[in-house]
C-alpha cells in the first residue's frame, strides 16, 4: 500500500495561528484527506517551533520564560487545529525530550561525517526569519520578508560543511526523486537551483548570543541554531534517534526507490530555503535519505505585504469562523489562492466568495433538490435510479478534474471541479423543470429518475467536497439520506448510483445562509474599531473626522484634514508602506519629515526630491458607486475602478459632494497609500482635493473623462 508522509512547518510560538498557518495547515489536511481517500496509508504531522531568539525575545519583554510563552501559546495552534477538523496524526513540540534526543542524534552523524568546526562569525541577522543575510540581499538593511531592521551580530559559532553538498544538491534538483521533482512548482526550483549554483558558504548551526535552545552537543555555551533544530522535527516525530525507529522505516523514504513512500513537505515560499538547502544538505552529511518533495505556496498578502505578525498585518480567523463557520473560511482559502501564486485576503472577496459558492452555489441547490424531492416522493428520495445522464457525465467529468487537481496541489482547481458539477446539477434542473412536470402528470418514472440525477449528483459533489470542508460534506450527505462513514468517504463512493432508494431526506434550513455584507461589516465594525495601519488621531471627532480648520488654500488629501484621520504608519509597518503617507497631511503629520531640507514648499514646509514624489502612487480612478457613511457629516465611501481593479475607499467629501454627482466622475487617488479604518470602513487610498480657502471644503481635482481609469499622474 502506498505511504504518505505529510508534514507542515511548525510554527513559531511567538504569537498566536493566523490565516496564513491556518492556509498551510489546511492545505495539508486536505491532502492528507485525498490521500485517506484514496486509501493510502498517511501519517500527517504540525507541530511548533519554540526555540530560538525570536521567543526569547518575547519573554524577556513579557518578564517570563521563553517555556512559559511556549506552554501559552503552542495550544492555541493545537485549539485552532482541533477546530478546523485538521486531522493531525502526531504534534510534535521542539521543547520535547524526544526531539532533543533527535537532534542530538543527528548532529552526532555530522560531527562523524566531519562537517562540524568551530570559526567566529558576523553578519546581518533578522530575527524574523532566525537567519543571516548576506548585505546585498538586505533592502536598505532591512529583511526582505519582514521589512523589519537586521541586526549585525558577531559571535563564535559552530559551522556546517554545507559548500561541499552544492554538486549533491544540484544533482538532486537536476535527477528529482523517484521521477518527481524535488521542489514543486518549478519556478521556486529553478530559485532554488540558482541559489545553490551562485555558491554555497559554510553554515553557523550553533549560537552562542542566547541561551534559549537545545545545548550543542560537547560545545559548553552554544545552543542548537533553531533552524538545524527545527528542520529535524521531521524525523524526530518518527523516533529518529530514539531506538525505536518503526515510523522512520514506515514513512520516511529509503532512499533506493523500494516501496511507495513519499514524504512531502509543505512549506510557504519565506522558508524554501531552509527546507530545499540546508536540510537535504543536513540529511545527505547525516547519511539519511532526503525527504521526496518539498511543495512549496505563495503568501496571503495584506495590503500588497506579506501577512506577518512582524508587520502587524495579520488577519486571524476568529471573527469569520464566529460568523461564517469552519468550513466556509477551509474553502475560501483553499479555492481564492492559485496555489504557488500570492493571494490578497480581504473580507469582501471572502464574501463575495461565500455568497456565489457557497450560499447561492451548493447551498441553495442542495436545498432546492432536498424540497423538490421530499414533497414529490413523501419526504423520501426517489424510487427508480438512471445510469445515463448529464449529471452522471459531469460527476465523471469533476471526479477526474478534482483528482487531478489534488496530485498536482491544484487545490483551486479541485474547488473548480466541485462548483462545475453543482453548476451542471442546476443547469439540468432548469433544463428538466421537475416543478411543471410533478403538476402535469404527478410522481413518473420519469420524475424519479430526474430527481435521482440530482440527488446522485450532489452526492458526488459532497464526496469531493470532503476532503476541503469536511463537516459540510457530512452534512449535504446527511441531508440527502446517505449516511456519512465516519473516517471519510472512500474512492469507491464516487461510483454513480450509491444513494439510496427510498430513504428519508433530511430538509433543514440552509447550509450557508446568505451573508448580507453591508451588515456584516456594520457589525463587525461596531465591535472592533481597531484601526488597520493608523492610530485614531487625537482631537478627533467621535466618527473620527478631524476637526477641520485649513487657512490656506492647499492640494490636500480628501481623506484627511477636511476628512477624517489619514493613515499614519503604525508600530511595525515596515518603512516602505509607511512612506505612501500623504505628503500634504499637515494636520495629522506636522513634523514629522525625519530630514528637513533647506528648500520650502509654497507653504513653507520641507521641499521633497522628485524620486521621494514618484514614491507616491497617483493614479486616475473611476468611481463606480458611492454612498454616504452613516453618522458621519463629511465622510463618503467610494467604490472606485483604478484599471482592472475595484477598490473601497473612503473620502472627506460629503459635505460638497453627492452619491449622484460622484458616480461615473473620474477622480485622481493615491493608489500606494497604506489603508486605514475610518469608521469602521478600510479605506484603500485616498482621493485628491484642494481645500478651499475660508472654508475648507473639498473641490477634486478635475480628470478629463476621455482619460482611461488606471492611468498613471505624474
Ligand atoms: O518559519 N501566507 O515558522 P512561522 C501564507 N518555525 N503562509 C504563511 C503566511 C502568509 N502570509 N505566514 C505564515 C517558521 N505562513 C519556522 C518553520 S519548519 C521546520 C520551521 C505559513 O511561524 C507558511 O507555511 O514563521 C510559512 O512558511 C509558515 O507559516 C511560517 O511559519
Not at 470542508?469 to 462513514?485: D, H
Request: hydrophobic share 40%; proline share 7%; charged share 25%.
Amino acid at each position: 500500500m502506498p505511504r504518505r508522509y505529510l508534514t507542515t512547518p511548525i510554527y513559531y510560538v511567538n504569537d498566536r495561528p493566523h490565516i496564513g498557518h491556518l492556509y498551510t495547515t489546511v492545505v495539508a489536511d486536505a491532502l492528507a484527506r485525498f490521500h485517506r481517500f484514496l486509501g493510502e496509508d498517511v501519517r500527517f504531522l504540525t507541530g511548533t517551533d519554540e526555540h530560538g531568539q525570536k521567543i526569547e525575545k518575547v519573554a524577556r519583554a513579557e518578564g517570563t520564560t521563553p517555556q512559559a510563552v511556549a506552554d501559552r501559546n503552542a495550544p492555541t495552534f493545537q485549539r485552532l487545529w482541533k477546530r478546523f477538523e485538521v486531522g493531525n496524526d502526531d504534534f510534535i513540540r521542539t521543547t520535547e525530550a524526544r526531539h532533543r534526543r533527535g537532534v542530538e542524534a543527528l548532529i552526532a552523524r555530522l560531527d562523524a561525517a566531519g562537517d562540524l568546526y568551530v570559526a567566529s562569525h558576523e553578519g546581518w541577522y533578522c530575527v524574523g526569519c532566525e537567519a543571516f543575510y548576506p548585505e546585498k540581499d538586505l533592502l536598505d538593511g532591512r529583511c526582505p520578508t519582514h521589512g523589519t531592521a537586521a541586526e549585525w551580530q558577531k559571535e563564535e559559532n559552530v559551522f556546517f560543511r554545507l559548500s561541499r553538498y552544492a554538486d549533491r544538491l544540484l544533482s538532486l534538483y537536476e535527477k528529482g526523486v523517484d521521477g518527481r521533482p524535488f521542489v514543486y512548482p518549478e519556478t521556486r526550483l529553478n530559485e532554488v537551483r540558482s541559489f545553490v549554483a551562485s555558491g554555497l558558504k559554510d553554515l553557523s548551526v550553533s549560537r552562542t548570543s542566547i541561551q534559549w535552545g537545545i545545548p550543542f552537543p560537547s560545545r559548553p555555551g552554544h545552543v542548537v541554531y533553531v533552524w538545524l533544530d527545527a528542520l529535524t522535527n521531521y524525523l524526530t516525530a518518527l523516533g529518529f534517534g530514539s531506538g525505536d525507529e518503526g515510523l522512520v522505516a514506515r514513512y520516511w523514504p529509503s532512499g533506493d526507490g523500494r516501496g511507495d513512500v513519499r514524504a512531502v513537505h509543505l512549506v510557504g515560499k519565506d522558508i524554501l530555503r531552509f527546507h530545499a538547502v540546508y536540510w537535504p544538505a543536513f540529511l545527505m552529511s547525516a547519511g539519511v535519505p532526503v525527504p521526496s518533495q518539498v511543495v512549496s505556496h505563495g503568501w496571503w498578502l495584506r495590503d500588497q505585504m506579506k501577512m506577518s505578525k512582524s508587520v502587524g498585518n495579520v488577519v486571524r480567523p476568529d471573527d469569520l469562523v464566529e460568523s461564517f463557520g469552519v468550513d466556509a473560511l477551509r474553502w475560501h482559502l483553499l479555492a481564492e489562492m492559485a496555489f504557488g501564486q500570492d493571494a490578497s485576503f480581504s473580507d469582501e472577496s471572502f464574501l463575495a466568495r461565500y455568497n456565489a459558492d457557497l450560499a447561492n452555489g451548493l447551498g441553495n441547490t442542495l436545498s432546492r433538490v432536498v424540497r423538490m424531492a421530499a414533497d414529490a416522493f413523501g419526504g423520501k428520495t426517489p424510487s427508480e435510479r438512471c445510469d445515463d445522464n448529464e449529471v452522471m457525465r459531469a460527476a465523471a467529468k469533476a471526479a477526474s478534474d478534482w483528482r487531478r487537481a489534488f496530485e498536482s496541489y491544484r487545490l483551486q482547481e479541485a474547488a473548480d471541479a466541485i462548483r462545475a458539477l453543482v453548476t451542471a446539477i442546476d443547469g439540468y434542473l432548469t433544463a428538466r423543470e421537475p416543478w411543471k412536470l410533478v403538476k402535469a402528470e404527478g410522481a413518473t418514472p420519469a420524475l424519479h429518475r430526474i430527481h435521482h440525477n440530482a440527488l446522485e449528483g450532489l452526492r458526488v459533489a459532497a464526496v469531493l467536497l470532503w476532503p476541503i470542508a469536511p463537516a459540510a460534506s457530512a452534512e449535504v450527505l446527511r441531508r440527502i439520506g446517505c449516511a456519512a462513514p465516519e473516517a471519510g468517504p472512500r474512492e469507491g463512493d464516487l461510483e454513480w448510483g450509491r444513494i439510496p432508494l427510498g430513504a428519508p431526506l433530511v430538509p433543514a434550513p440552509p447550509l450557508f445562509p446568505r451573508a448580507d455584507a453591508k451588515a456584516y461589516f456594520a457589525a463587525h465594525d461596531a465591535h472592533k474599531e481597531t484601526p488597520v495601519t493608523d492610530q485614531p488621531k487625537p482631537g478627533a471627532t467621535p466618527d473620527g473626522v478631524a476637526p477641520s480648520a485649513p487657512s490656506a488654500p492647499s492640494a490636500q488629501s480628501a481623506n484627511s484634514p477636511a476628512g477624517a484621520a489619514p493613515a499614519a504608519p503604525a508600530a511595525g509597518v515596515p518603512a516602505a508602506a509607511a512612506a505612501a503617507a500623504p505628503p500634504s497631511a499637515p494636520s495629522e503629520t506636522p513634523s514629522t519629515s525625519p530630514s528637513a531640507p533647506a528648500a520650502t514648499s509654497a507653504e513653507g514646509g520641507a521641499r521633497i526630491t522628485i524620486e521621494e514624489f514618484f514614491r507616491t502612487d497617483l493614479r486616475v480612478a473611476e468611481v463606480i458607486a458611492a454612498e454616504k457613511v452613516e453618522r458621519s457629516k463629511k465622510l463618503m465611501k467610494l467604490r472606485v475602478r483604478i484599471g482592472e481593479e475595484e477598490r473601497t475607499l473612503v473620502a472627506g467629501i460629503a459635505t460638497a459632494y453627492s452619491p449622484e454627482q460622484l458616480v461615473g466622475r473620474k477622480v485622481v487617488v493615491v493608489a500606494n497609500l497604506a489603508p486605514a479604518r475610518l469608521m469602521g470602513i478600510e479605506s484603500n487610498g485616498m482621493v485628491l482635493a484642494a481645500s478651499l480657502p475660508g472654508t475648507g471644503e473639498p473641490s477634486l481635482l478635475a480628470v478629463d473623462p476621455s482619460v482611461p481609469s488606471g492611468t498613471k499622474v505624474k
